[in-house]
Structures are given as structure tokens and as C-alpha cells.
């Protein structure tokens, strides 16, 4: 029972922020030594965000929303302005914002009524957007603060050097020029960090501008606002931590020439989130524009990635002056859908490289260097594409495709499965030669058989005009469901609460040889299943080959079949060479500490895949339903492996079994029923 109460506090833990008690601080303070009616008066609403949260500067950036408080009326004090501290620049995978992390005061200055007597009582409705990596979350708090008039409250310090407006302005002089803004420097100024008080200039622009010797040089290109719409202001930061108001007013002199530090090939490439404005603007003025439509719970996008930081690729797009754009489908964004079903796509990932007067080039689902250099060539010189990896004789795509489904097993998403080969292995040490080889064939055979019923569906889901591939389930809400609640009860069975038998898990052994044969090929379809999302070292080229329209259907086949071979070849091996496994320990108590100790990575897989569907899904109701059915689900296995178990009485097991299955029955149909389309 402890052991329940347990991991269903750690569900709990895991509860989304839009369910779960807001991660900032919200308070209001006073910030005026004294409270004299017909006086000025400051107030502060403080905010304190948790580690990894932020919220939002006046000028967001990118995207995102500013703290606001309505002031309920007849408070006896009337707000004028607001003071807001200097921000700092957050880049979250090319998404760029102005934000605050840990404690900020925003601080509203009014002035008290002449008439005011005894105390005065703030009161008001504070809404924020805090977000951390994995979304956003809006909040909101009644705040209330009251003081008596005098010199008795409690005052809160601030420092005035994070606040631009409490310090002296400075003004200088910008130039325009080719889309450009070249701002001087203000004389006996070391200021490195600029923020433009409203959106003259872009996240990008701000994150990309030059520092030179003299000047600023600031891009004002996707500007959300133009220059003549307001003031031309900005904060600066001074290396002490300082933030000051600069004022710039535009001349119309040319701007004088200086030299730009040229960027090196290391410099972090700089991506810019993809709209197709964006994109035509880009295409209309002769640029090759390259897109990467991703997902930060697609594995096979993170793991593509990995060439954005080969040298080789990032002199290229430097070389070639390439406009990188970032299409986020994290929450299945409308326009990018419309823009994936330009392409024939109903899933990610997809890198695309567009230029004027040419049809698109579509590079494989998992990326390697070579080819997207071979996209970029074929662009720039206006050429046939043709994958460089496609030079490569055949048998040498299946021993790539074999080593990769080899490592798989070494892989983060398959190692929920280990304990279960593990303890096979253990298992059958003491068996006839003949059954542990039958055994390892029937998990060979169902892995195999897995492999290629994928390759199948892909086929036919591609031939019938839907273009998906390696891991594409996993953008299947039903399915990643399914696959955690398959882990949550495979975990609790890992604990010992019930029993799943070997006929499945392939951990207890069993006189009765068919259902331990049974077993073994379920085995290999459930490592098979829990694989597609992770990408093996080796297995991406391949797995891009086996994917290429280029290939015929045979070829496919073939090669997700040497994928499954190399995926069940060490348990095979050992099914083949039984004398092996006699070095393993023979069964015995440690059997089952180690069940439970590998109940762990069951869990935490489970966790994986919560993280997964609240990234597929913007229906957070539907994401707090899940939990809740997930502990629903837990409490189904303890009642069946409490009073479900052979040693209660018939009645008693009668009953748990029907209530175990009533419940967990209508709470998956509940689940599925509601899944998001």
C-alpha cells in the first residue's frame, strides 16, 4: 500500500501546469517609505518564478504576453505609470523572447487621494503568462495590500539600477540604410545589451545585432512595427548590471562605413520561427530558404539536429547566405499543417529547401551531413537533387540497417525492455536446449514480423498519399496512449501487485512450453513497438534510404527487415550458443529485487510518453484526464493484485477481478473516446 501511495504522489508530481497550482510567486508590496494623502506613491506587484520559468518583459519578443493588474476601483489612489526593470533575451530553439527569471518587481506609481483618512487598501486582478520549456501556461491572482497613512509599513527595497526609468536617459543619433539601423554609441557608454521598448525591431534582429566598434548595427527586417510608429527608444544594459533609457533620433546622414567582424563557422547558426510571410518574403528577394519542420517531442527531429552542428553544413549556410526557419509543430499549428499537406505530409519530420523557379527539394526523414549538403549544392547551382548517400551498393545499406537495428538495443526507448530480456534470458538458463531455441526464433520471428508489418503500412499509407515514416505513431495520440497505459501496468506488475505472466513478459517461468513460446514472440513485437522512436547511431542513413521515394517497395521491405535481424540478433545468438548462458546466475530470490528495480525505467518511460501526448495535444482538459485515469488505472491493478490473488476466497476474487475490470475498462473507454482529433 506505501508503495502505491508512492508512485501515485509521483503522478501527481507530474500533474500539467494548466491543472496544477500556478510555478510563480504573485504578491503585492509596498515601496514608499511614507503614505501621506494627496502624495505619490509606489507600489510593487512581485513576482517570484520557480527555477526554470520565466514571464514576460513589456516588449515579449517573438511571442508571449506582459504581466497586467486591473486595479478594482475606488482604491483612493489613482495609477499613473509603470516602472518596468530591464529584461533579459531568452532563446528557446530559434523562438526569442524578453523575459524575467526568478524575482521582479514591476512597480505602479500613483498618487493618493487629498481626502484619504486611516488606511488604504490595493486591490486588484493580476494576470501573467509564465512558460517554461515544455509550453506556456496563463495565471491569474486577486492581490490585495493594505496600508495605514504614516511612516509604519513595511518597505520593500528595490535597486534603482534595474530600473531604466528611474535612471538618467542618455540620447544618440540612427541612421537608415538598406533595411538596416545603425545607432552610435553613447560617448563614455559600454552598453552591450539592447531592447527596444516597443517592436520597431524583430527578436531576431535584436539577437543578431552587430556590436561594432562605434555603432549598432540593428537588421529591421520582419519588424512587427515600423520605425515612424513611436519613439525610437531602448534599454541598455552596462557591464555592471545597469540598465539605462537611450533615446535615438534619426538623422539622414549615410551611415560611416566600418568594418564587420566576419562570423566563423562556429557561430551558433540562427534560426528564424517559420510563417509564410516569412517564407515569401525570403523567396521573393532571390533567397534559397531552408526549413525544418520539427517537434520537441519528435525524437527523430532532435536526434536530425545533430547536423546543424557539423562544420561542414554550417559553412554552407553561411556560404550561401540561407534563410533558416524553424516551423515548431510542438502543438500541431494550423498554418503548419496547411504547409506539411503542401508536401503530401501528415507527420514530421520534414526539412525542406526552397528556391525561386524550382520545384522544392524534400530531404529524407533522418538527416545526415552529406545530404543536406547535397540539397544545398543542388540548389545554389540549380541542378537535379539526388541524395549523395544513394552511391552506396545495396548489401551495404542492409549491413548499415542491421548494425543500427543492433545498437537500437542499446538505445534509451528500448531499455524499458532490457528487464525483460533479461530475465528470459535467466529464465530459460536451465531449459532444454530445443526450447531456448525455439524461444529465440519466435522472439526473432516477432520482432521481424513487426518490422515488416510497419514497412507495409507505411507503404500503403504513402501509396494512398499520406506521406509518413520511422516513428510516425508516435504522433498518434491512441497509440502513445496506449503505450503508457501499457508501461503503467507492466510497472506495477514489475512490482510484484499481480502477475502478467510469463506469457507475455517472459519473466516467470512456466511449465506450460506454448505460452511461454507465446510470450517470447510477444516480446519481440513489444520491444519492436517501444523502438520506432529512437534512432539508432548508423540507423538514421539507412533508415532515409529505406524511406527515399526513390525506392521500390521490395527494397523497403528488405531493409526494415535487416533492421529487425540486427535488433534480435544478440538474444538469437544466445538462443543459438545455449551453452552461454549457463554463465548467467541461475534463477532464484535476486529474480525478483531485480523485477522490481527494473520497474523503474518502465515508469519513467511512462513519464516520456505523458511529455509526448501533452505535446501532441493543446486540449489540456483532455491531458488532466489522463492522469487522473492513469491513477484510476493504478488503482485497478492494486485491487486486482490485492484480492484478485489465488489465495482469497473465490468470492472475494470474483468480485476484485469484475471491479478491476469495470473500472479500468471504462476509464480507458472514457480516455479514447475523448482524444483530441
Known sequence: MRMLALCLLLLGELMPATWAA????????????????????????????????????????????????????????KFGNTFWPGPHLYDQKGIINFVYSDETIIIFEGKISPTATGEIKFE?????????????????????????????????????????????????????DNNQLYVDTPKNLDLKKWFPERPFISAYGVATALYLPNQIKFNLRDAPEP????????????????????????????????????????????????????????????????IDFTARWCATCQVNKRVYNDEEVIQSFQKNNIVLLRADWTKKDSAISAELQKYKREGIPLNVILKNQREPISLSEVLTSMEVLSGIEAAVLNQPYKSSDASHPFWVWLLLAMGGGFILNLMPCVFPMIGIKILGFVND????????????????????????????????????????????????????????VLMVIMGWSFLGLFEIGSSFAGTVAQ????????????????????????????????LGFALDAQRSNLETISLFIAMGLGMA?????????????????????????????????????AAYLLWVLNGISTNTNWIRDIYIGLILVSIACYSFGKWGAVHQPDKTRKIAVWTSAILLVATLSYLFSQIPN
Open 124 to 176: 486588484g486582478l493580476a494576470e501573467w503568462l509564465e512558460c517554461n520549456e515544455s509550453g506556456c501556461f496563463p495565471q491569474e491572482k486577486q492581490v490585495s495590500l493594505t496600508l495605514d497613512l504614516g511612516a509604519k509599513n513595511k518597505v520593500t527595497e528595490i535597486d534603482a539600477k534595474y530600473y531604466p526609468d528611474l535612471n538618467p536617459a542618455v540620447s544618440t543619433v540612427g541612421r537608415v
Open 511 to 542: 511449465s506450460n512450453q506454448s505460452t511461454g513460446s507465446w510470450g517470447a514472440f510477444l516480446s519481440g513485437v513489444l520491444a519492436t513497438a517501444v523502438a520506432t522512436p529512437c534512432t539508432a547511431p548508423g540507423l538514421g542513413a539507412a
Open 429 to 484: 538458463a536451465g531449459a532444454r536446449n530445443k526450447t531456448i531455441l525455439l524461444h529465440g526464433l519466435l522472439y526473432t520471428l516477432g520482432v521481424v514480423v513487426s518490422f515488416i508489418g510497419l514497412s507495409i503500412l507505411i507503404l500503403v499509407l504513402k501509396n494512398t498519399g499520406s506521406a509518413v515514416g520511422w516513428g510516425f505513431q508516435m504522433q498518434s495520440a491512441s497509440f502513445v496512449l496506449a503505450t503508457t
Open 227 to 290: 520605425l515612424t510608429a513611436g519613439p525610437l527608444s531602448f534599454v541598455a544594459e552596462t557591464p555592471q548590471g545597469k540598465f539605462i533609457k537611450v533615446n535615438v533620433r534619426l538623422s539622414a546622414e549615410e551611415p560611416m562605413t566600418t568594418s564587420e567582424p566576419t562570423p566563423s563557422a562556429s557561430d551558433t547558426l540562427m534560426w528564424q520561427p517559420w510563417s509564410i510571410e516569412a517564407q515569401t518574403k525570403a523567396l521573393n528577394k532571390d533567397k534559397i530558404v531552408y
Open 569 to 605: 540478433s544478440p538474444y538469437l545468438f544466445l538462443s543459438v550458443f545455449p551453452k552461454l548462458t549457463r554463465f548467467l546466475p541461475k534463477p532464484g530470490e535476486w529474480m525478483e529485487t531485480l523485477k522490481k528495480v527494473l520497474a523503474i525505467p518502465l515508469f519513467a518511460y
Open 22 to 77: 500556478a510555478h510563480t510567486e504573485v504578491e503585492l508590496v509596498n515601496l514608499s517609505a511614507k503614505v501621506e494623502p494627496g502624495q505619490p506613491i509606489r507600489v510593487g506587484l512581485k513576482f517570484k518564478c520557480e527555477p526554470n520559468y520565466h514571464i514576460y518583459w513589456k516588449n515579449v519578443g517573438d511571442a508571449g504576453t506582459p504581466p497586467t493588474i486591473t486595479w478594482k476601483e475606488n482604491t483612493g489612489v
